[in-house]
């Protein structure tokens, strides 16, 4: 049995931020961090104390965590950050809210004694002698300790503490991960052991001048000592527990929207009927009206959770090499139940979903590689585009430009100039991108178009093959992600208010677009009339893409079963990075990284001078062991990874590289750790050092081949369209849908279960070799009794691993 654990927090807007710039003002950015280790960062807002992020993200953490907090900051142009507040969650606080949170937190003020990280390895031993009692405690270890020194590093010592009693080990210099390997000892009166008070070790950084700074403690209570004479292994380090609480919200305010989800998944083989019966639904329905498991799940998913189970079902038909026919299924059922084409695909049925999550899934690089080079363009030329007379600003435009006063009608005419520039630019790029598009789309497209094409016969209805087609691929992917390029990984941050007018207005141009132009001048927004002669042209160059687009045979598509979305080949993340310079003399840190041209394929880890450069570097991702950040005091630079390889000779090689802020540094581990994801040879621990000077920059050991002083997170990684198929867990996601529904479909089909099983009772009775009977009978049930037991049997087995949990804590519980 193995644990899933699944963190999605949305950063919404804050309020009432006090001021922290002489111009009574803030410029504020989030900071988030799982278990003090920064996993996100937002845009800053200039000049705003009440502003809008509106940014959110998805972890899978299989290692679980303990809290989750949210640093809010105020940037400085000079010198460090200002503090403002920070909202601190733990994991109990975050699963106790069934459904997430959903709130305004007030900000709290940030207290050093709080902010501790890490763990201590210790063996507490409690020795009985006839004439006196010691307590021995055997001081080894510790890993990834809060940095207190401007250096990025601590100087730690601990401290041992038993009622009056206490000792110390030594300090050591310029480190996060201390090797003591020091015995302390307090010797004990036999009427102190009989005190409540608890064995308490305090660990501390060494200030020469001013007050030692708290790292943390691990609190032990005295009946654990007597109930287990010796105690050994790694203890998480707490806070002081002065936890204060800011009355009244006098820093302000953040909403936060946070849900946990967390799941207990089972060995594979339990899932494999729930699995067959999915696959029975496409790979040969005599009826698409007929009940079927996937007609059950539609019925008992909710509106709130309908995108969540299309993407679960779209990864695990991808994994079975059935997406066309998946796709197929809910599309001609769609369409079956249509009457009036005008509302085709307009809801946001299981069939719409899935469609749009599928082009999501293996459509995401093809949709870069057509749009990226535009929206690039558009960010970074901030032209002042608006067409709606209510919204011209002839003031700010005059502010933002060094040109004399413009008139509302030159404002208009310039606008639409530009408009119809980016929109060409768009539409030309998207018509010619056939070649480019996935082969399984377009068989997904023409499958559609089959069907549509079969059921609206009449010659009025000729454009709603093309409608149906085009509404999936401009209205439902390109325009969203041209109107929001960050959701969709074209940008790493979102766009300012300006540019985000101009995606705005060209979102809607390309709706219409795919509308085929036949709702123009029907809509309130009569301002866009100077667009309509360029849409209107663009329809015969729409019409024959789409045309070309389905002109595809279907064995170019393989149906075989596959793990990740994207083929081997395929560039999953590209882009310039900073290199480390092993060879040659060693020079000073911000001199040896040199900037280089990465490509990221599920195959291989590849780099180059530039883009274009014709010889290649590459590591084979099958060669991969550990993808882990590097502190920041190994080479004084910040966004510093570290990909470890192993030869075959087993020898470790380490590659280091510098990204150019800490969002891009996670997305370039998170898409690392996901291709590797499926490596035997992963290390369970790594140096967030490095080796200079001979000896490890992070535990100070000088054996290059000593093993790694702190614990790798392979598969922790950001969830998003890239993620890799897993099917016991998405199946997982499927069963506790249907669990939530199992009384509907219960009531709904009682009356064909109960009949079914009398039927089966009778033929047990009649039959003298009732186990093979019962195998008969069952293989004859109607689906929806077989689905019913299915999630029967689920359940009883969840139940039987909870009881198992309980009454041996020490079984094993693999991480997922």
Not at 411 to 429: A, F, G, K, N, P
Not at 546 to 552: A, E, F, G, T, V
């Amino acid at each position: 049995m193995a644990r899933n654990t699944s963190l999605y927090f949305r950063i919404v807007e804050g309020r009432n931020l006090p001021a922290k710039d002489v111009s009574g003002t803030s410029d504020p950015y989030c900071i988030v961090k799982v278990d003090n280790e920064v996993v996100a960062r937002t845009a800053t807002v200039w000049k705003n104390l009440n502003p809008f992020w509106g940014e959110e993200y998805t972890l899978h953490l299989p290692m679980g965590f303990h809290s989750l907090s949210f640093h809010v900051m105020d940037e400085d142009t000079i010198g460090h950050d200002d503090v403002i507040g920070k909202i601190t969650l733990t994991k109990e606080a975050i699963g106790s809210q069934a459904k997430g949170l959903d709130s305004w937190l007030n900000l709290t003020r940030v207290d050093p004694n709080e902010e501790v990280q890490g763990e201590i390895r210790l063996s507490l031993v409690l020795l009985k002698h006839s004439e006196k009692i010691s307590l021995r405690c055997q001081v080894i270890e510790a890993r990834d300790l809060a940095p207190r020194d401007t250096s990025g590093t601590s100087d730690p010592f601990a401290r041992v503490i038993f009622n009056n009693h206490s000792a110390e080990t030594s300090i050591i210099k310029k480190t996060r991960f201390p090797h003591w390997g020091e015995t302390l000892e307090l010797e004990l009166d036999p009427e102190e052991l009989c005190e409540e008070g608890p064995f308490t070790v305090e660990v501390w950084d060494w200030d020469m001048v001013g007050k030692n700074d708290f790292l943390g403690k691990v609190e032990i209570p005295s009946a654990c000592l007597h109930k287990s004479p010796h105690l050994e292994g790694w203890f998480r380090l707490l806070p002081l527990g002065n936890n204060e609480v800011d009355a009244g919200g006098k820093l302000g305010a953040l909403r936060l929207k946070v849900r946990l989800v967390e799941d207990r998944i089972l060995p594979s083989v339990y899932y494999t009927p729930l699995i067959d019966l999915l696959v029975e639904s496409v790979i040969s329905p005599t009826d698409v009206e007929e009940t079927s498991a996937l007609t059950m799940l539609e019925e008992v998913t909710t509106v709130e959770s309908r995108q969540d189970v299309a993407m679960t079902l779209v990864k695990i038909y991808l994994g079975q090499g059935l997406v066309v026919p998946f796709l197929d299924y809910l599309n001609t059922r769609e369409v079956n139940h249509t009457t009036d084409p005008n509302t085709l695909f307009r809801s946001n049925s299981l069939a719409s979903k899935a469609m749009e999550q599928f082009m999501k899934a293996v459509g995401m690089l093809y949709l870069h590689e057509v749009l990226k080079p535009i929206i690039n363009r558009i960010f970074d030329e901030k032209k002042y585009i608006e067409l709606d007379p209510c919204k011209i600003d002839l003031n700010r435009l005059r502010r933002i430009s060094f040109k004399g006063g413009m008139s509302e009608a030159e404002v208009r005419d310039s606008s639409v100039e530009m408009l119809q520039i980016y929109l060409t630019s768009i539409i030309d790029s998207i018509v010619n991108s056939v070649d480019q598009c996935p082969p399984v789309m377009r068989v997904a497209f023409k499958q559609l178009h089959k069907r549509v094409e079969e059921q609206f016969t009449e010659p009025e209805n000729e454009d709603v093959k093309y409608l149906a087609i085009s509404g999936f691929f401009f209205l439902r992917f390109f325009a969203p992600a041209i109107l929001t390029p960050k959701l969709f990984q074209l940008r790493d941050q979102h766009a300012d208010t300006r540019t985000s007018r101009t995606l705005l207005l060209l979102a809607k141009a390309l709706q219409s677009v795919g509308n085929l132009g036949l709702q123009l001048g029907h809509g309130k927004e009569q301002w866009m009339v100077p667009l309509h002669p360029i849409i209107l042209r663009s329809v015969a160059s729409v019409k024959d893409f789409l045309d070309k687009l389905i002109d595809i045979d279907h064995d170019t598509v393989s149906e075989v079963p596959q793990r990740a979305v994207f083929m081997p080949s395929v560039t999953v993340k590209e882009g310039y990075l900073q290199k480390y310079k092993t060879e040659g003399p060693q020079l000073l840190s911000r001199f040896a990284f040199k900037k280089r041209y990465f490509w990221l394929t599920s195959e291989t880890l590849s780099y180059a001078k530039t883009s274009d450069w014709q010889v290649r570097s590459s590591i084979p991702i099958q060669c991969v062991c550990a993808v882990e950040r590097v502190d920041e005091n190994a080479f004084q630079q910040q966004n510093v990874m570290q990909v470890v390889t192993q030869d075959n000779d087993g020898q470790l090689h380490t590659i280091y590289i510098q990204c150019k802020n800490v969002n891009e540094l996670n997305q370039w581990l998170s898409a690392i750790r996901k291709v590797s994801i499926y490596n035997e040879r992963m290390l369970p621990s790594f140096h967030p050092g490095a080796h200079r000077s001979g000896k490890w920059t992070c535990c100070l050991q000088a054996d290059r081949n000593v093993t790694g002083c702190s614990r790798t997170h392979s598969a922790v990684t950001l969830g998003d369209w890239s993620d890799p198929l897993d099917p016991d867990v998405e199946t997982q996601t499927i069963y506790k849908q249907l669990l939530q529904g199992k009384d509907k479909l219960r009531k709904k089909y009682l009356e064909i279960s109960e009949a079914d099983q009398k039927s089966s009772n009778k033929e047990k009775r009649i039959n003298s070799e009732g186990a093979q009977c019962n195998v008969k009978s069952k293989a004859g049930l109607s689906v929806p009794v077989r689905l019913l037991a299915v999630i029967t049997d689920l359940e009883k087995a969840h139940n039987a691993f909870q009881r198992r949990e309980k009454e041996d804590p020490n079984c094993v519980i693999l991480n997922h």
